[in-house]
Every structure is written in structure tokens, then in C-alpha cells.
């Protein structure tokens, strides 16, 4: 099996599913963790893709997942981490958060944003290694790289996984590891509908998708350590 292998999470829609569709067509093996197979899109499905069920809530669901990548196709060279959530949690809500609804919305952030790619970027790291140009690419937001609301736990978590990006490019870069943060703004994503944003002018997933692509397609000899998305402009965003 000679394609280059592409593991991607949260590819069910949106972002995800537009850089798979993307990669595929430019000539990428899928294996898709999903925690719901049955919401795989029919065009995604039609790729025959593996899937594997992937909850990232589950410490040992990272190592199933790249596991089952190396088993089938022998090799591991894309991991894109798309799977992502947020949520209302502020330092100052108003009217003020209970504080058991603080702690179940801050784990479930750090459980999802945090620790999940932490464990996958690890579990994955020794196959992308070998592949000799492995590519590691995190799906931020440029509320990883400055705070413009309040939403301070979303904001923290993605300032989280810009940190891993750089450890990651760090561990595997003697390998030829290269990895990417992209940081966009807003999305015409379901997260971003309860925003009063004209959908057509904001960043379109498939924007975001052609960019992961030729960021993967680099040679190791042209690093992005963090790619800045924007519709609109921001002074240094």
C-alpha cells in the first residue's frame, strides 16, 4: 500500500469532513474516528474509508484508533485533529453559573480539546516518524492566539492546542514530522449558527480544506508551524 495514510477526527461534517474529501481527492487512504459511524456523509462513505469508532472521552480511544490505521494500511503519514466542541464558560457569567455546571462544561472542554489530541498526537507520533514527511495538523482558532470574547474556557483550550502543535513539530521534527496549527476565525460551521454572521462571507470549510491540503503537500524543507485564518480584518489576525 503505497497512498499516503490520513487519520482524521471529526470528520462527520463541517471542517472535518471537507479536508477528508480534500485529502481523498488528492490521493489519501481515510481512516475516519468517529464517534458515531452511522453519521458518516454518503460522498465520504462512498470513498470507502475506514472507520473506526473513536470517543474522545475514552483514554484508550487514541491508541485504538492509530492502531487500527498501522494494522490495515501498514503505514501512517496525516493526522488531522477536527474533533472539537465549545461551550459557555466565562470567569464573569452573567446571570452567575452554577458551579457544578462550571465543572461538567470545563471537563468536557479539556476532554475533548485537550487531552484527546494530546493522546492521539502521542499514540500517532512513532508511525508518523516513520513515514519520514509524517504531517500533523490541528484545527485551532485564532481564539488560540488572542481572546476577543469571553468564552475563556473555549479560548483556553485553544491556546492549549497551539501549544501541542509546537511540542509536536519539536518531537518529530529530526524524523521529518512537520505540524501545523490553523487557526481560523469564523466558519460557516453548526457551532457557528447561533452567531449573527452572513454565512456566505465568513471562511467556508472548503477554504480551510484546499489549505490543510497544500500544508500537508509541503516538502519538510517549507515548515507552517501555524497557519492564520481570517474573513475579516483584524490587526495581526
Known amino acids: 500500500m503505497t497512498a499516503p495514510v490520513a487519520v482524521l477526527t471529526g470528520a462527520s461534517r463541517g471542517i472535518g469532513a471537507a479536508i477528508a474529501r480534500e485529502l481523498a481527492a488528492r490521493g489519501h487512504q481515510l481512516v475516519l474516528g468517529l464517534r ?6 454518503g460522498d465520504l462513505a462512498a470513498l470507502d474509508p475506514l472507520v473506526v469508532r473513536y470517543d474522545a472521552t475514552d483514554p484508550a480511544a487514541a491508541r485504538a484508533l492509530a492502531g487500527a490505521a498501522e494494522q490495515r494500511f501498514g ?12 461551550g459557555p464558560l466565562e470567569l464573569r457569567p452573567d446571570p452567575p453559573q452554577p458551579d457544578a455546571e462550571m465543572e461538567e462544561m470545563l471537563e468536557q472542554l479539556l476532554a475533548v480539546n485537550v487531552k484527546a489530541p494530546f ?29 476577543l470574547g469571553l468564552n475563556a ?11 501541542l502543535t509546537h511540542a509536536a513539530r519539536r518531537a518529530g521534527w529530526d524524523e521529518g514530522l512537520r505540524a501545523c496549527a490553523v487557526c481560523p476565525g469564523f466558519v460557516a460551521t453548526d457551532m457557528t449558527l447561533r452567531h449573527d454572521l452572513p454565512r456566505s462571507e465568513i ?3 472548503e477554504d480551510l480544506a484546499h489549505l490543510v491540503a497544500e500544508v500537508v503537500a509541503l516538502p519538510n524543507t517549507a515548515s507552517v508551524p ?11 489576525a
Not at 503505514?75 to 465549545?86: E, F, M, P, Q, T
Not at 498526537?121 to 481572546?147: F, H, I, N, Y
Not at 474556557?153 to 501549544?163: E, F, I, S
Open 75 to 86: 503505514r501512517l503519514d496525516v493526522l488531522v485533529l477536527s474533533a472539537g466542541i465549545s
Open 36 to 41: 458515531d459511524p452511522d453519521a458518516l456523509p
Open 153 to 163: 474556557g473555549y479560548q483556553m483550550t485553544k491556546h492549549a492546542a497551539v501549544a
Open 226 to 236: 501555524e497557519l492564520l485564518v481570517n474573513w475579516r480584518y483584524e490587526a495581526g
Open 119 to 147: 493522546r492521539l498526537v502521542r499514540a500517532a507520533l512513532p508511525a508518523l516518524c516513520r513515514s519520514g514527511r509524517g504531517r500533523v495538523v490541528v484545527l485551532a482558532s485564532l481564539s488560540g492566539k488572542r481572546v
Open 203 to 205: 471562511t467556508q470549510p
